[in-house]
Structures are given as C-alpha cells and as structure tokens.
C-alpha cells in the first residue's frame, strides 16, 4: 500500500483552485442559484413565520427561567410553522450537497472529466446522496454508542477516584472526543472511494486506512490550517467589499428575517462583520402566488448586493476544495499503484 503525502494531499484544494479558475466560477454560479432557490422558498412561502419572529420581543439581560419558559412557549407555534420550511430544504440540501462532493472527487479523481466545472446530476450524485443519509444515521449510532462508552470511562474513574474532582468528567469527554474524532477519520474517505467504485460502500474505507490515521490526522489538520489563512485573506477582501459599497445602499437594508433566509442555504458563507442590519421590516419579496414581486426585487436587489452576493459566492467556490478534496487526495494516494507516479492533482509539477 502506498504511503499518504500530508503536503501534498492537504495542498490538493489549492492545486484544484489554481488549475480550475472555471471550475470556480461554474461553483460559485451553482452556489448563487441555490441562494436564490433557497430565498425564493423561505420568502415565498414562509414570509409570514419571518415577519413573527421579527416582531418578537428581544430579551433583555439575563430573564428569570418563567420568563424564559414564557418565551419558548410563545414561539413554539412559530418554530411548528417553519418546520415544513425545513422539510422541503433538505433534501435539496442534500441534492446540492451530493453535487458539490461529487465534483470535488472528479476534481481529482477523475480529473479530465472537466466540463461544467466538474458538475453533474446522475448516477454517481444519486449514489453520493445515499451515501450522506447512510452516513448520517450511522453516525447517529456510533455516536450513541462512543457516548455509551464515554459514560463508562466517566462511571469508572468516578468509581475509582470517589467522585473526586473533574477527573471523571475529563476522562468522559476525552474518550467521547478522541472516539468520535477515529471514528470520522477513519470513515472520512467513504466518499471518495463510493465514487472511485461506483458502488455505495459505507464501510469499505475502515480497513484501507489501517496505519493510516495519523498522517490522516495531520493532513486535515494541514488542509484546515490552510483554509484559515486563506479564509482570512478573503474575509479581509469581503471586508473591502462591504465597506466599498456600504454607501452603495448594499446588504444594510436586509432585515433579520431576510439575513435568516439566505442563512438557511446549507453552502452559504456568513457576511463581514462590517455589514449592518436595519430594524425595519421590508416588504415581501414575492407576490402571494409565488411570483416576484419586481418592483420590490428591483428596490432590493441594488447593484451593491448583487456585487456582496456574486464576491460570497466566489469566496464559497474558493474555500470549497480546501475542505472537500483532501480524502479524495488521500484515497487516490492509498490505492495508487506504487509502480507508477500518482500524477493528476496530486503530482506537484
């Protein structure tokens, strides 16, 4: 079995990004319909749950536990409303979810199959999508049962100590945290090999990463370091952004209720600090039939936030490799053929 290169593999987002400047803009394309897709759906069909919960009251201080009880209870009816809101966005969620996985594994696993950005909606996608819902009910489970076994430690030590201190409590969340953190490292390349296969293979990844989980670990931990310093040059640059067109009447006049809807995207990146947030509640966007209303689109969509929504888009398109290509870099790396050179992202010319 080959061995895994930590800088070349946590290196491979960058290498995507710099090979691919189209393929970052088809991303950032998709990302901006989503958005809007999301936005349309919240705003069209649920502009009412928005506005109650932007008349609700802000708690002030620190309220007694009546009050606050009193305040959950009222907003229940709320939180029922918007539930069907929620039903119809996940699996969209996870349709846009398998699409972006997908890509990233052909970035680098299939990497002449380049048209459309590496975007496709078919059979490997369908396959990614299983794979997400198996993944998350098996995560479901085994985090019941590292919790069953993190109990156990703290039950123990709390045993042998009598109770002393916060050792017990500390040895609960060590063994939790550092079974979760195996747990998902070493299920971490079921992705990329479901797509390497064509098949739909949960567990098939367990005994590949067999000696592997610490230059799995530092890769991750690399690829995330990278991601950071990345993430902040581009947070400078939205930052130039927000206050180049603050005075341009940019995202200042969106509401809460507008700022949440374009929050409950699954990709969407959150805005600089610089941008501000208005009191007032605006117009609905959409006519009671669904349809735009253009004349408040028009008073809405201003030239500033067009310019926010397409530089959110491109940072989104830009981060996107760094989290997404290393397991498939890692995967290409374990099942290479030692006799020849990995080549595609992962060679270093």
Known sequence: MANISVVDAAFTGLRVVRRN???????????????????????SRFHDVFAKIHAMPIMQGHPDPATAQARLHAMAPIFHEILPLYAIMFPIALVLASIFICAMNR?????????LGYLRLGLDEFRQFALLIALFVVQLIAGVLVGGL???????????THGAGALPMIVGVT???????????????????????RQINVFGTWG?????????????????????????????????????????GGMSHMDAAHMASFH??????????????????PPNLFLPNGMPDMHALALFL????????????????????????????????????????????????
């Open 264 to 281: 409950l995207g699954a990709f969407h990146l959150p805005g600089p600090h610089t941008l501000t947030v208005t009191a007032g509640m």
């Open 175 to 197: 063994v939790f945290c550092l079974g979760m953190i195996l747990f998902k490292v070493k299920m971490s390349l079921a992705s990329a090999q479901s797509f390497a296969t």
């Open 302 to 349: 201003t030239p500033a936030v067009v310019i926010q929504l397409v530089v959110h888009a491109l940072v989104f398109a830009i981060l996107l490799p760094f989290a997404l290509t290393p397991p498939a870099a890692i995967y290409k790396a374990l099942t290479a053929d030692p006799n020849r050179g990995a080549g595609g992202v992962l060679n270093m010319s």
């Open 150 to 160: 993190a109990y156990a430690a703290l039950y123990l030590t709390r045993t042998v």
């Open 208 to 248: 590949l990463t067999n000696g592997q989980f610490l230059p799995m670990v530092a890769t991750y931990i690399l690829a995330f370091i990278l991601s950071l310093v990345v993430g902040l040059i581009l947070l400078f640059v939205l930052a130039v952004v927000g206050m180049v067109t603050a005075g341009m």
């Open 107 to 115: 970035a680098v696993l299939r990497p002449r199959e380049d048209g």
């Open 21 to 43: 400047p189209g393929a970052v803009i088809a991303w950032a394309i998709l990302h901006l319909i989503s958005v809007a897709l999301f936005t349309w759906l919240a705003l």
